[in-house]
């Protein structure tokens, strides 16, 4: 992992290598490249090939700079990362697990692989982005050119994610418009009549209303789309693409609004839940409960340890890009326990107000008659609609649960809602903003044209927000939510296990503990409050975690869930298994994201293999093959065997290689391995 650039201002990399580059002198060297590989480059062309070679590095140099700037504040970069590791899955997929897994002691386990796996993997990404100061593709080229096919699957990976992630928010924006009806849609006085036996209302406003659903249960196939989804998914988009139109800095300003509004919602959320019937029971379900024997059921380690690495990274890589918008003088280790102690607080503070809004749901239905009021009703009650996995909780119990808190069921419901839609848009900044990232930076080094103009971010932004809501369109169907899980199982899980092991073996083998320690500790050198301005010393039990724990954990937590799968269809809590379609749709997408790293692989090896045979087999002039006579006349030339020369040497201009070679000794580049001889012998020749 090399070192930071030097930093220059915005102005300054504009003015030195963004205005020095054009159309013209791209394609100039475009030809050129091809007449090199083909062989029949002349000797001033190299000259020439040199000079644009040059200047274009520079260009796409300054290009990066220029994008990234001087880096967002302390404060702003923070508030980027809370946002995108706060999510829907601290909402419902974490009180889910504690339900599942023994209360307590699942928030042990929780905390221990926390410590373990996630804190090192989090530091490591980054410290990548910040150093390197660019997106994750070309980070982990940077690091070894193997391992580029890894950045193209997290890529991929992403997109398919945020094609569904944004149709969450179109599942919000339903519940959070009907909020200001009275009485709520879900509620028993609105659907009384018309909901089956062992259905509740909210249940059956969900599948039948929301998902488009004949029936309840999963589904079949894709069936129609539900248009009032789709009218949900396009207004996401336009403010997602609106907060990220003008980079980051400005999303993170807007991330200061979606960050905070959502923590005061959750503590007036929480606050108001503490107060209602029965929710003791719910409290002391959630941490009143420590299962010593859970502790032995490898299943509990390997959820917890897949939740922790999900509600951090979401998807290994995107910290990546994020952090490299950082200051290059900033303490990351600090930023690192900041987001993990703001994402841990909030996980805790949400399952405390699930719980207690889903005993009351228990006590009101012991309570009503539906149920046999027996001994221990409330506890079981509970412990069932706790199991209720995923999206199932906020939008069946807690919706349930609201629906009954008489004249203020309309606000709290609101609250709740809204809370869910700004924390799926934080992770969604995050996730547009990143993959234009990725492209911008492909767009630069591909040296097609300036970061910031019209064709290049607007343009980018368009095409992926474009490319994002059509395929969310898939999503948006009556068998969208099947979809949705079947793709957040095969994509998410497996990716972002795969992926995470393999940062941890390009830790162990291209990156080494010393230069991670030691970049590090330069960021933060001279800054007076961390040891006295000698820098953060990273402590040595990260180095442990990275080269053994962290990528054992991961290998077996792999393993274990491909077994799994293999063995059992997947399926969603205690439902019956998805259909056929399903799950071959899933296990094709899982196959297509992981064949990338491969495939990439050894793309990159024969492409390497070529231009190191080609090398060997270009013809190369030199100084013992070159007689100059007196009057300047060339002695003929004997190629080596098997070599062919050009047929002729157009005329060349006496005063252009001078140009050139003055023009290429400013840029630095290096010397020409030709003699003045030889080279004026050249230019006096072909002159006559």
């Not at 950045?151 to 398919?160: I, K």
């Not at 005061?264 to 024997?293: H, K, M, N, P």
């Not at 952090?323 to 326990?337: C, F, P, V």
Request: glycine share 8%; hydrophobic share 45%; with cysteine.
């Amino acid at each position: 992992m090399p070192a930071a650039p030097n930093r220059v201002r915005p102005d300054e990399v504009n003015r030195e290598g963004m205005n020095g580059w054009s159309r013209e002198k791209d394609n100039r060297m475009r030809e050129l490249a091809t007449k090199r590989e083909a062989g029949t480059l002349l000797d001033t062309e190299e000259l020439e090939y040199n000079l644009l070679h040059s200047e274009n590095e520079k260009f796409i140099e300054a290009g990066l700079q220029f994008q990234r700037g001087e880096g967002i504040k302390t404060n702003e970069s923070i508030i980027v990362l809370v946002g995108y590791a706060v999510g829907l899955g601290n909402m419902w997929r974490f009180p889910y697990l504690v339900g599942k897994f023994g209360g307590l002691s699942f928030i042990v386990a929780y905390a221990i692989c926390l410590i373990f796996v996630a804190h090192p993997v989090y530091l490591l990404e980054l410290a990548y982005g910040q150093t390197m100061r660019k997106s994750t593709v070309y980070v982990y080229r940077e690091i070894n050119p193997r391992w580029i096919g890894v950045g193209y699957t997290c890529v991929f990976a992403l997109f398919l994610v945020q094609t569904y992630y944004s149709v969450l928010l179109s599942y919000c924006s339903v519940y959070l418009v009907n909020s200001f009806v009275v009485p709520l849609p879900w509620s028993r006085e609105a659907l009384g009549p018309y909901v089956p036996v062992n259905v509740t209302p909210a249940q059956y406003y969900w599948e039948i209303s929301v998902l488009g659903k004949d029936h309840t249960g999963p589904a079949e196939s894709l069936g129609e789309v539900q248009w009032f989804l789709v009218s949900g998914l396009l207004v996401s988009y336009g403010i997602i693409g609106a907060s990220v139109y003008k980079g980051i800095a400005v999303s993170a300003k807007v991330t200061y609004f979606t960050v905070g509004l959502p923590v005061i919602l959750i503590c007036l959320l929480c606050i108001r839940s503490f107060f209602l019937e029965g929710a003791g029971t719910g409290l002391v379900f959630f941490i009143g409960r420590f299962d010593a024997v859970a502790f032995a059921n490898p299943v509990m380690w390997a959820e917890a340890c897949s939740q922790t690495l999900f509600t951090l990274l979401f998807l290994p890589g995107t910290s990546i890009t994020l952090a490299s918008y950082m200051r290059s003088k900033e303490d990351i280790y600090r930023i690192n326990l900041i987001v993990i102690a703001i994402n841990t607080a909030f996980s805790l503070v949400a399952g405390l107000t699930v719980f207690s809004i889903i005993g009351y749901v228990a006590t009101q239905r012991c309570n009503s008659g539906d149920y046999l009021d027996y001994p221990g009703c409330t506890s079981d009650l509970v412990e069932s609609l706790a199991k209720a996995n995923g999206p199932g909780l906020a939008f069946v119990a807690l919706a349930e649960g609201i629906s009954t808190f008489g004249a203020s069921s309309g606000f709290f419901s609101f609250v709740l809602f809204l809370m869910c839609y700004c924390l799926g848009l934080d992770t969604a900044f995050a996730g547009v903003e990143t993959l234009v990232t990725y492209f911008e930076d492909y767009y630069l080094s591909d040296g097609k044209g300036k970061p910031g103009s019209s064709l290049g971010r607007r343009g980018l932004l368009a095409v992926v927000v474009t490319a994002l809501f059509m395929t969310g369109l898939l999503f948006c169907t009556s068998g969208g939510f099947s979809l949705l899980d079947i793709v957040d199982h095969y994509v998410t899980t497996y990716t972002m296990l795969i992926v995470c092991s393999l940062e941890c073996y390009m830790f162990a083998w291209d990156v080494t503990w010393e230069v991670l320690a030691t970049n590090v500790q330069l960021a933060t050198t001279g800054l007076l409050h961390i040891n006295n301005g000698r820098g953060r010393e990273l402590p040595r039990f990260i180095r442990h975690c990275l080269v053994w724990v962290a990528p054992c954990v991961c290998t077996l937590l792999l393993g274990t869930l491909f077994i799994m799968d293999c063995l059992e269809p997947y399926s969603q809590s205690d439902q019956d298994a998805y259909d056929t379609g399903f799950q071959v749709a899933g296990w094709s997408l899982m196959v297509a994201t992981i064949l990338i790293i491969p495939v990439t692989y050894f793309l990159q090896k024969h492409r390497q293999e070529t231009a190191e045979a080609e090398n060997e087999m270009a013809p190369r002039l030199l100084m013992d093959d070159v007689v100059v006579s007196s009057d300047c006349e060339r002695s003929p030339y004997t190629p080596p065997p098997e070599v062919r020369t050009p047929a002729s040497d157009p005329p060349i201009p006496t005063g252009k290689t001078a140009e050139l070679r003055k023009q290429l000794e400013a840029l630095g580049a290096e010397e020409l391995q030709i003699s003045e001889a030889a080279l004026e012998s050249t230019i006096g020749s072909q002159s006559e």
